[in-house]
Nanobody, 123 residues
Framework: VQLQASGGGLVQAGGSLRLSCTAS????????MGWFRQAPGKEREFVAT????????YYADSVKGRFTISRDNGKNTLYLQMNSLKPEDTAVYYC?????????????????WGQGTLVTVSS
């Protein structure tokens, strides 16, 4: 499956962005999906994950209550709604697909990755 992330940009602190990740090649309903991010000079970190049918989600503590992960399997698309953005949310955001379908925070379980979209939050 090929993943294409989009929707990043520059936003002021307190603002909102919605990221999208469109899949091609195989139906995204086969996979659990996740969002990860990597800030400059830091390691990649888990953000959120959602299982195959969207009935179960899990978030990093740092984004809980501010970010919402969702999916539309009919459109083969994953979303990340980001509200109340903070400067520390600045990073390249990656979407990823996990063939096990459960949705876990461990990036090594994800076999397919998008190219990333940059989110910059100014203070």
């Amino acid at each position: 499956v090929q993943l294409q992330a989009s929707g990043g940009g520059l936003v002021q602190a307190g603002g909102s962005l919605r990221l999208s990740c469109t899949a091609s090649g195989r139906t995204v309903s086969r996979y659990a999906m996740g969002w990860f991010r990597q800030a400059p000079g830091k390691e990649r970190e888990f953000v959120a994950t959602i299982n195959r049918i969207g009935g179960s989600t899990y978030y990093a503590d740092s984004v809980k209550g501010r970010f919402t992960i969702s999916r539309d399997n009919g459109k083969n698309t994953l979303y990340l709604q980001m509200n109340s953005l903070k400067p520390e949310d600045t990073a390249v955001y990656y979407c990823a697909a996990d063939p096990l379908g459960v949705g876990v925070p461990n990036g090594s379980e994800y076999d397919y990755w998008g190219q990333g979209t940059l989110v910059t939050v100014s203070s």
